[in-house]
T-cell receptor, first 113, second 114 residues
Framework: GEDVEQSLFLSVREGDSSVINCTYT??????LYWYKQEPGAGLQLLTY?????DMKQDQRLTVLLNKKDKHLSLRIADTQTGDSAIYFC?????????????FGKGTSLLVTP | DSGVTQTPKHLITATGQRVTLRCSPR?????VYWYQQSLDQGLQFLIQ???????AKGNILERFSAQQFPDLHSELNLSSLELGDSALYFC?????????????FGPGTRLLVL
């Protein structure tokens, strides 16, 4: 299948904002997700956005969606060292007779003091 | 803690062998999904079961199979293992099959094939 594209690496200083970008594949994807994976851990759902929304804010997280360009971004305000992790963008795709998540390869976020 | 449990946490085996990975979904969830995470392929959807029936199939090899039991736990069977099967295998669950349902992931089983 087609690939969900993400930049592989992002480094920011503590207290700055981080913006992680993603380009997804299917304009009919109804839900788009951001997951976080800390070293040695599983995937933690951070937030999601429905395709009829342009923006969703959840505490320090802001998700922006540009459906025309199939572009999704995650902004983390006041980034902390504990935010260092891999962030995955995922789209909900119809597969055979059910929905499955199509993930990007992940963006490694490094937050330096 | 997502409520999804997976066992074992780590598994080391040899090429040609067969292993079984186990997943228990969150209480009340009827759908179970299996994903493989490897360095070269990233996170790939393998297969979904809903209430005991296979629902959706992704990039699952013929050497791999899965099932979901009446108590809703699921097992992923990997046979004739190859070095390239070394990966982190995740299970996720959701209440049903709708696109808007969030999938909650387990901690994964790390498989190393030597």
């Amino acid at each position: 299948g087609e690939d969900v594209e993400q930049s592989l690496f992002l480094s920011v200083r503590e207290g700055d904002s981080s913006v992680i970008n993603c380009t997804y594949t299917d304009s009919s994807s109804t839900y788009l997700y951001w997951y976080k994976q800390e070293p040695g851990a599983g995937l933690q759902l951070l937030t999601y956005i429905f395709s009829n929304m342009d923006m969703k804010q959840d505490q320090r997280l802001t998700v922006l969606l540009n459906k025309k360009d199939k572009h999704l971004s995650l902004r983390i305000a006041d980034t902390q060292t504990g935010d260092s992790a891999i962030y995955f963008c995922a789209e909900s795709l119809w597969s055979n007779s059910g929905y499955a998540l199509n993930f990007g390869k992940g963006t490694s976020l490094l937050v330096t003091p | 803690d997502s409520g999804v449990t997976q066992t074992p946490k780590h598994l080391i085996t040899a090429t040609g062998q067969r292993v079984t990975l186990r997943c228990s979904p969150r209480s009340g969830d009827l759908s179970v999904y299996w994903y493989q995470q490897s360095l070269d392929q990233g996170l790939q959807f393998l297969i979904q079961y809903y209430n005991g029936e296979e629902r959706a199939k992704g990039n699952i090899l013929e050497r791999f199979s899965a099932q979901q039991f009446p108590d809703l736990h699921s097992e992923l069977n990997l046979s004739s293992l190859e070095l390239g099967d070394s990966a982190l295998y995740f299970c996720a669950s959701s209440p049903g099959t709708s696109a808007q349902e969030t999938q909650y992931f387990g901690p994964g089983t790390r498989l190393l094939v030597l």
